[in-house]
Structures are given as structure tokens and as C-alpha cells.
């Protein structure tokens, strides 16, 4: 079985300031993480993925995040917040004994201050 | 590319009623769809998932009779919520992964649906 823990419902920064979410994750096989953003009343956009390869990833909007195995996590970060980047974040784990089937986070709500 | 459309985008029935909800690929073929819920605040609940033209896997706890999910095309799929009641209100969401593209395990999400039920 896997599942997603991300620390922290709600996490607010200062416009400029560093993002960063954090993302653990539990996983019997090598897993496929990935980080979405939801805007309200709307679906899901991915932001970006790591499947193989590179550990750091970078994804759209200047976010990134780094798998590491030996910590069993995926935070992601953005070096400056903007106003725009203000939604909720989804940590997922799909592993590849599982076809496509996603397992979710809780989600952490970014709130950015003028 | 990898566009996914959800219709409607908002509905309000009355209790009792049933309401279909069409989740469509624009521009890809789509080996398999999820349906997920989300409750206000809350993260997305795996409902089904279901592959054209062959029964829905249903996730423990959904009842099967009541969520009717058919996958008639590459492109199509419904979720109809049957004799619905007001403890079925939520945002629905479905999305799709990509045929030839399975092994992305990237998943394409759709707006969402608000259904209400008074």
C-alpha cells in the first residue's frame, strides 16, 4: 500500500518570499510522485513529475521539488512567491504496480501576503 | 493537448432524481478514467476507475448501484449519480490518462462538477 503525508493544512509566506511544502511519501516499490495545484472550483493542474532520472525536477510556474529516497520525500519549492501562486497543493504517489491509480495527500492550502 | 472536459460544470437536482455527469478527452484517446470526489476542504477520494468498454472497479466503500459509471468510448465517459440525496452534494472530478502513454502514469484532470442536491 501507499499513501501521502503532507505537513502542514495551510502554509502562508509573504509575496518574495521562499515556498516550500513538503511531501513524504510511503511506497513498497520505486514510486512515481507528483505535485498538482487546484484553484478554486476547478480541477487539477499538474505541476510537475519524477518517474526516473533526475532527482531534482523542475516543473511550470518556477516551482521545483527533489525526490529523495533516502528520505522518503518530495517537497516542492519556488524561490519567490507570487500573489498567482495562492491555491492548494497536492502531493501524489502512483506505483507501478498500480497502472495510473493515484494516491493523494491531504493537500496544503498556500496563502501569500502583499 | 491532453484536454479533459466535464459536463455540466454545475448542477442542482432534487432529491430523489438521478443526474448524469459526462467527462470527455478533446484531443486524446483515453485508456482509462477515474472519478474521484472532494469533499470542501478535502483531498480527492478515488471512486472508480474504468476502462473503455469493460465493467468499472469500484473503491471500497462506493456503492456501485448508486454511482453508475459508463465507459462507452475512448473518449467518454459518465458517472450518473442515482436517486441522489443531499449527503451526495460535492465537487466531482474525473480524469484520464493517455492510450500508447500508460507507462507516464500522468493522469489529465477535468474541471469538476458542483452537484448540489436539495
Known amino acids: 500500500a501507499q499513501s501521502v503525508t503532507q505537513l502542514g493544512s495551510h502554509v502562508s509566506v509573504s509575496e518574495g518570499a521562499l515556498v516550500l511544502l513538503r511531501c513524504n511519501y510511503s511506497s513498497s516499490v520505486p514510486p512515481y510522485l507528483f505535485w498538482y495545484v487546484q484553484y478554486p472550483n476547478q480541477g487539477l493542474q499538474l505541476l510537475l513529475k519524477y518517474t526516473t532520472g533526475a532527482t531534482l525536477v523542475k516543473g511550470i510556474n518556477g516551482f521545483e521539488a527533489e525526490f529523495k529516497k533516502s528520505e522518503t520525500s518530495f517537497h516542492l519549492t519556488k524561490p519567490s512567491a507570487h500573489m498567482s501562486d495562492a491555491a492548494e497543493y497536492f502531493c501524489?504517489?502512483?506505483?507501478?504496480?498500480?497502472?495510473?491509480?493515484?494516491?493523494f495527500g491531504e493537500g496544503t492550502q498556500l496563502t501569500v501576503n502583499p | 493537448g491532453a484536454v479533459v472536459s466535464q459536463h455540466p460544470s454545475r448542477v442542482i437536482c432534487k432529491s430523489g432524481t438521478s443526474v448524469k455527469i459526462e467527462c470527455r478527452s478533446l484531443?486524446?484517446?483515453?485508456?482509462?478514467m477515474f472519478w474521484y470526489r472532494q469533499f470542501p476542504k478535502k483531498s480527492l477520494m478515488l471512486m472508480a476507475t474504468s476502462n473503455e468498454g469493460s465493467k468499472a472497479t469500484y473503491e471500497q466503500g462506493v456503492e456501485k448501484d448508486k454511482f453508475l459509471i459508463n465507459h462507452a468510448s475512448l473518449t467518454l465517459s459518465t458517472l450518473t449519480v442515482t436517486s441522489a440525496h443531499p449527503e451526495d452534494s460535492s465537487f466531482y472530478i474525473c480524469?484520464?490518462?493517455?492510450?500508447?502513454?500508460?507507462?507516464?502514469?500522468?493522469?489529465?484532470f477535468g474541471p469538476g462538477t458542483r452537484l448540489t442536491v436539495t
Open positions: 480524469s484520464a490518462s493517455e492510450l500508447g502513454r500508460e507507462a507516464s502514469y500522468e493522469q489529465y
Open positions: 484531443d486524446f484517446q483515453a485508456t482509462t
Open positions: 501524489a504517489v502512483s506505483d507501478r504496480t498500480s497502472g495510473s491509480r493515484l494516491t
